[in-house]
């Protein structure tokens, strides 16, 4: 009975999720100086003493939410994810419980307040990262078997700062943990007769926030699998775990090969790319969070915001085989994907062949077919579970992605 209500509760609770599919991530802190991406205090092994000297530097002057805010819109992201703590330990909010923040350093800002605020403005969902792993506590190293005391301050202070955050910045739509590790192999035994999820209290943690935010969704990142699944830099097509149909899930990409911003990483992915990760993420009934590592100053380096642009003019007329849509009752075949929503099937075709497409087996009768951007009609011939699109225009319409949508009887 209990059970059947709690799965009752999640439904509800997830059902924007599902249908906003598009999100955006955004990794941004004191990190952002160095321009290294956001693991170099850790890679570089900078001493925590000097690393912290960062945060008196730390004054994004062209910081503007509502920029990121406008532009996440324009892409056609329905939810943003914001670090409000990364592994560095560095808080981007207002907390009691570390003096390591922006609001106590340099800028005196609490960002974490100034982007929920943005977010509500822009009637864009909300979501908060926040990493329970903080390079800063030796005793994150050490596990909690070797120094017990030390491991329960560390809990007691994350703890702390998910209250903080579930308390102080009013309703939060989606909470992001990161940073639970798994045991180093470098160091045997540190974790021994620990469960990750037992060390870090992860069912008391997030019965406290469920208590402050019923309708937050949290991710999986705390060892408990809550609401959803976070594959990063992948996305999966086949695990039966994630395409179970009961089991939302969001796949987080980079657009080139950092989450945080790297001034030497110009390996960026093609807008056609990110554009077909997208539709791949939907036509299997997930999600897509794609990220930003803007610059110290706030501002959101040239090659995000023009692929964000152009996906956000893809979107514009096609974004209806996106939102709320799944996978469908049958493949896209050689020219590309489909995803579903109801009675419509929408083919996503990447790559056509020419005048006339084919797909196969297609075991439902089709109505009619339109081009979704133009609405010029398609003529559609089936023939035994061959299903046949005549007269497309000589000229693919979209260069990335034109979507052909098909009625089901
Ligand atoms: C990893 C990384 C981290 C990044 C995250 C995003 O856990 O440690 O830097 O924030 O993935 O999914």
């Known amino acids: 009975m209990e059970n ?26 004191l990190y952002s100086i160095l321009a290294r991406g956001e693991w170099v205090m850790d890679l570089e092994k900078i001493p925590k003493e000097e690393y912290a000297l960062l945060a008196k530097k730390f004054s994004p002057r062209k910081f503007n939410v509502n920029e990121w805010c406008s532009l996440a819109k324009e892409a056609g992201m329905k939810y943003i994810v914001f670090t409000a703590m990364h592994h560095d330990g560095f808080s981007l ?35 908060i990262y926040y ?8 005793a994150f190293f050490n596990g909690p078997m070797k120094n ?31 940073g639970a590790p798994l045991p180093p192999p470098d160091r045997p035994g540190a974790w021994d007769n620990f469960t990750l999820q037992e060390a870090w209290q992860s069912k008391k943690l997030n019965k ?15 060892k408990l699998p809550e609401d959803f699944a976070t594959p990063e830099q992948y996305i999966p097509t086949a695990a039966p775990e994630i395409r179970a149909p009961d089991r939302p899930w969001e796949s987080c990409v980079t657009m080139n090969d950092n989450w945080g911003y790297s001034k030497a990483d110009s390996n960026w992915k093609s807008t056609r790319q990110l554009i077909q990760d997208l539709v791949r993420c939907v036509s299997s009934s997930g999600n897509f969070l794609l990220n930003i590592g803007p610059k110290q100053d706030g501002t959101i380096p040239v090659p995000s915001v023009k692929r964000l642009k152009e996906i956000g003019k893809w979107m514009k007329v096609n974004s209806e085989s996106i939102y709320g849509c799944r996978s469908a009752p049958f493949r896209g075949g050689m020219v590309g994907l489909t995803t579903a929503k109801g009675n419509t099937v929408y083919l996503h075709v990447f790559r056509c062949p020419g005048k006339e497409i084919c797909i196969a087996p297609v075991k439902r009768k089709i ?43």
């Open 4 to 29: 059947n209500l709690k799965k009752a509760e999640k439904t509800k609770r997830v059902k924007w999720f599902g249908e906003a599919r598009f999100g955006m991530f955004i990794h941004w802190g």
């Open 93 to 127: 909010f207002d907390s009691n419980v570390s003096d390591f923040t922006s609001v106590k350093t340099g800028s005196k800002r609490d960002f974490v307040a100034e982007f929920v605020e943005a977010c509500r403005q822009a009637k864009i969902k909300i979501g």
């Open 131 to 138: 990493s329970l792993r903080d390079w800063r506590y030796p």
């Open 148 to 178: 017990p005391k030390e491991w329960k301050k560390l809990v007691e202070y994350v703890h702390s700062q998910v209250k903080e955050l579930m308390s102080n910045y009013g309703k939060i739509d989606v909470l992001w943990y990161d």
């Open 208 to 222: 406290m926030v469920r208590k402050l935010q019923p309708q937050v969704l949290i991710n999986d990142r705390s």
């Open 367 to 409: 109505k009619s077919a339109h081009l979704l951007a133009t609405g010029e009609k398609v003529s559609v011939v089936q023939n035994g579970e061959r299903l046949f699109l005549k007269d497309l225009p000589k000229k693919q319409i979209d260069p990335y992605d034109t979507v052909i949508k098909l009625r089901l009887v």
